[in-house]
Structures are given as C-alpha cells and as structure tokens.
C-alpha cells in the first residue's frame, strides 16, 4: 500500500476519531494501572489481592475482561481468561523475583527493557500463569498500559509480525532467531517509525486504533468469523458485530442461575486441582499460557479443553449456559469433530456437559453421541443466624 494511499484513510479515521479524548482517557487509565502496580503489587505483605481490585486492573488491560464491553476503553482482546488474569497478579505479588523483574521492565530505560523481558521468560518458565506466552499478549499490555506515549497497543506479535510484512516496514529480519524481549521490543519501534515516516503524526493509540479499523484491517489481517479485532473491527462478514456463532434461547432462564453459570468457568479453572475433574484431566498449555479456557478453534471458543491424565485423550467441556438442550449438544459435538480433525490426529474425543440439570431433552439428544458425560453442579450455602451472647473470660 502506497504512503498516499495510508494518508488518505488514516484521514478518514480521524475525521471520527477524536484523539485528544482518547489519549487523555488513556492517561487517566495509565495512573491507574500504575496505581494498581505501586500501591498492590510492590506493598510487601502475605495479602492476596481481592478479584474486585484485580478486575478493575483487568477490564484496562483487556477488552473481555469482566464488566467491560463493545464500547470500553481497554489496551485489547488480550484473549487471557478471568481467572487466568488473577491468578497471575496474585502470583507475581508473592513472588519476589517475578515482581522485581517486572517492575526492572515497567521503570528501565528501552535499551535496556528487551535483555530484562528476555531474563523474565526465563525467570517465568514452567509455571503455568499465561504471563509469558509467545505471542507476548500479556507483557504488551502491560507496557502499553504503563506508559500509552511510548507502546502500540497491538499487543499480539503475530499481528505486529503481519502489520510489518504488508506494509513493508524496515525490520532488520527481527522475527527470525531474534529473542522474545527483541522481538517485542524491536516490532514497536519499527511499526511507530515506519508509520511516522509515512507521514502520519499519532500518539502510539491512535496507530493502533487505525489499523484494527475496517477501514484498513482487512488489508493486513484475514479474519476467521469467530476471531474478533481488538476494538470491534472489520471480520468476514461484519464490521464491529460480536454476534457471530451466538445462540439463540427458546425460553428464558433463571438470571440468578445464568449468573452462578458464568462464575462456574473461572471457578473450576481457579480450583482445578481441588475438583473431581481436576483428579482425571490436566489443563493445556500452549507456548507458555495456559489455554485450556475459552480455548479458540475456526469454529468458536470451548469453553474448557483438558486431556486424560492417562490416555491423552482430548476432551472438551461445555458448560450448559443460559441455552437450550439441542443447542449445547450441537455446539459440544462442532467442538469434538474440530478437534479430532484439526488436533487429535483422528482419535476419538471425549465430550463432557456440565449442567444445573438433565432433562429428557438432554438426554435424547447425547443418546447418539459417543463418549460424551454429563456432569452435574449444585450451590450450596446456607444462613445461620448469630445470636449476641455475652462472652464469659474463662
């Protein structure tokens, strides 16, 4: 694409792209996750963070972080879980090393960032708390985050990698053999001097904002229908629509139960090792992060995928939320056969439901589908009355 041409749609972008808004809404958030690292994170106690505290920090950093939505303001879809985002900040306040590193990376200079993300990799490895995946989702948000002046908020380095090649941009071959830290590094300051040197004069945000949107994101990146742009862009088939692949509902449910069905994901994750699924099936990691929730296929996202602790079977598990019979047990079949196709070489996968109840509809419709289980979930909790009595010193 030539330079005239990149010109004259980021003119078009910014003719409804009031960027002075955007950028002082970013300062704001960015004391804000500065707050949050400073005052939480660095405070030197056994104290683990509130998920109320981590969530706030949560719904900046990603755009499917919990309470935010189409219009929220947050670094992008760093596709990282709930309740893999408190697991992780919980484990870098106890952990002294991984708090110092970080915080090396947040407050050094840039020459020096790329040698310190490279050190955290290493500092990082084996523990399962999608801080350092490959694709460098959540150090990218974080560093946009701490400081929005200086970082694109294109958080994937797939997608910096793609960004680069199209548009051309001097990159010295940083994606071949390079470590992660330069990669990361090297890929923002090539994707801000190329455009700059194009002739568009934008803070870090507004690159990043121009070139997720439709009017340009279908150049760079092909999307699959369920693979939405950071900020709602430009898919297959719609611009800005997160509709695709949803499901419609015969009958409303109960919302109290829909609301305990949408906790029960982030809690089995959080407590995996502590449930009857947790004693047969391991969680997956993929290239460092722990991927087993809302794990991502061309077809939708599951909503947990394990292996058998003993066979290595897959498994896929589909929570019954807030919908039908038929369609939970058509959306776990379209589930099982992509990845038997595109995962399991062929074996056969296990199929798992997991359901406030089990209904003649449900069970008819499992009746022809092999190797598939129903479990069933009960909340329990009861009110006990405390009556005031006066204390005996003993």
Known sequence: MEKEEILSLFNKFIADYNTEEKD??????????????NNKILVDNDKELDDAEIDEVVRILDRNGKGNNKNSEAVAKAMIPQG???????????????????????????????????????????????????????????????????FISVISLNDRKKVIEYFNIPSENLFEGELIGQKIIKSNEAIINGFRNAGLKCSPRTLSCFLYSYLIVSS???????????????????????????????????????????????????????????????????????VSQQYQTNVGRIDILVKDKKTKQYVVIELKKNQTSDDTVGQLARYMGWIEENKADGEQVKGIIISAKYDERLYYALKKIKDTEVYLYKVNFSLQEFKKQKLIEK
Do not use: C
């Not at 089995?268 to 047969?280: C, F, H, R, Y």
């Open 24 to 37: 002082a809404i970013w300062a704001k958030q960015s004391a804000l996750f500065r707050n949050f690292w």
């Open 84 to 150: 893999a985002w408190r697991r992780m900040f919980n484990e870098i306040k106890r952990e002294p090393k991984l708090k110092e590193k970080l915080n090396q990376i947040f407050n050094f200079s840039k020459e020096e960032i790329a040698a310190l993300i490279d050190d955290l990799y290493k500092l990082n490895q084996g523990r399962h708390n999608n801080l350092t995946g490959q694709s460098g989702n959540a150090i990218n948000a974080m560093l946009f985050a701490w400081d929005p002046k200086s």
């Open 220 to 290: 760079w990146k092909v999307q699959a229908e369920d693979d939405p742009a950071p900020w709602g862009g430009l898919k297959k088939q719609d611009i800005g629509n997160e509709s695709i692949g949803t499901l419609e509902v015969e009958e409303s449910s109960d919302p109290s139960l829909f609301y305990m069905e949408s906790q029960l994901e982030d809690f089995l994750i959080e407590n995996w090792d502590k449930t009857e699924l947790g004693k047969k099936y391991d969680l997956i990691e993929e290239g460092g992060e722990l």
